[in-house]
């Protein structure tokens, strides 16, 4: 989820003007979909996105057979290109994530996550338009805010060999350990997508046409690609910032930086439970010269982050994730 792009839709639908005007998910007459209290129990896919612009198209090829409040967020029942699942939002950054993650896995049979919706671009070589599916996703944003000293900054504990951000050095995520007795932790960074899930999604990747113009005259200054692999990190603020870019860049690795992902996928491995995340580059976070490009092609990147995962579907043998399912 990128902020100036959800602040552009939330202005013309709800406010008229550019601001942090909140807006719900919009949905197909939601009032006549059957109550989805026996479709539940249908062990599923579950779609997430972090706000309506980025599932609309997913929404929109779903057939929706059923629905669901959940802690007043909708799950949406349904068949996606042979595949049962359910679709929902998320809700923006790092805290909603997990609780509707969590909250979801606690209700629902779910065999896999799959994530689609907008980062901002890291790597050097790749573009607005561009869809990245990292093989690891890192908590980055869980730091230690290290103590100031004539030597310089001195972090009174560090669980990470990366280096800091001014003060700011990024510590591994607290985590149980599978196995271990209760309660057992270890601190852990990278965080893997399901190994079948990437291979799928890699091997789809030649196959699948990107949009490159927003209107015949607005048009991105290059083609899209899909790159597959790699590293993808997450945090709770919005990055716009060209120093601060190059920092993940040379620390991380990261193709893209998001506010989300890393919390599902942490969730879903809490819960033994496949996890993939398709993000494409709304903007650079703060690595162009302009203004935030997601303001123009927003739009464009969750449209071609839904379009992989539409051929990542077609291609994922049907009950491919059955055992996942907890019993």
């Not at 799950?75 to 509707?100: E, I, K, P, Q």
Request: hydrophobic share 45%; proline share 6%.
């Amino acid at each position: 989820m990128r902020f100036p792009f959800r602040a552009v839709l939330t202005s013309a639908l709800v406010c008229g003007t550019l601001g942090g005007c909140a807006r719900t998910a919009s949905v197909p007459a939601p009032a006549t979909l059957p109550s989805a209290a026996p479709t539940s129990t249908v062990p599923r896919i579950a779609i997430m996105s972090a706000f309506d612009a980025e599932w609309r198209a997913l929404q929109a090829a779903t057939e929706i057979t059923g629905k669901q409040v959940v802690n007043n967020r909708t799950l949406y029942f349904g068949r996606l290109r042979g595949h049962d699942v359910v679709l929902l939002l998320s809700g923006f950054s790092m805290v909603n994530a997990a609780m509707t993650t969590q909250a979801l896995l606690d209700r629902v049979p779910v065999q896999a996550i799959v994530f689609s919706g907008i980062a901002g671009g890291v790597n050097p070589g790749l573009n607005v338009g561009d869809v990245t599916v990292p093989a690891q996703w890192g908590n980055y944003q869980e730091q230690v805010f290290a103590r100031e000293t004539p030597q310089g900054f001195a972090p009174a504990r560090k669980t990470t060999d990366f280096g800091g951000y001014g003060m700011m050095f990024p510590q591994g995520t607290s985590v149980t350990v599978h196995g271990a007795p209760a309660d057992s932790l270890v601190r852990q960074f990278w965080f893997p997508v399901d190994s079948m899930a990437l291979a799928v999604a890699r091997r789809v990747s030649s196959s699948v046409t990107l949009k490159g113009c927003v209107t015949s005259d607005r048009c991105l200054a290059h083609t899209p690609k899909i790159v597959v692999g790699g590293n993808g990190v997450s945090g709770p603020t919005f990055v716009d910032n060209a120093a601060y870019r190059e920092w993940v860049w040379v620390t991380f690795r990261a193709d893209a930086l998001d506010m989300e992902s890393s919390a599902v996928a942490l969730v879903a491995q809490e819960n033994r439970v496949p996890f993939i995340a398709f993000r494409s580059l709304s903007d650079l976070a703060g690595g162009n010269a302009e203004d935030n490009e997601a303001r123009v092609f927003g739009r464009l990147a969750a449209e071609n982050s839904a379009a992989v995962v539409l051929a990542f579907l077609d291609a994922l043998p049907r009950g491919a994730f059955q055992r996942a399912v907890k019993p």
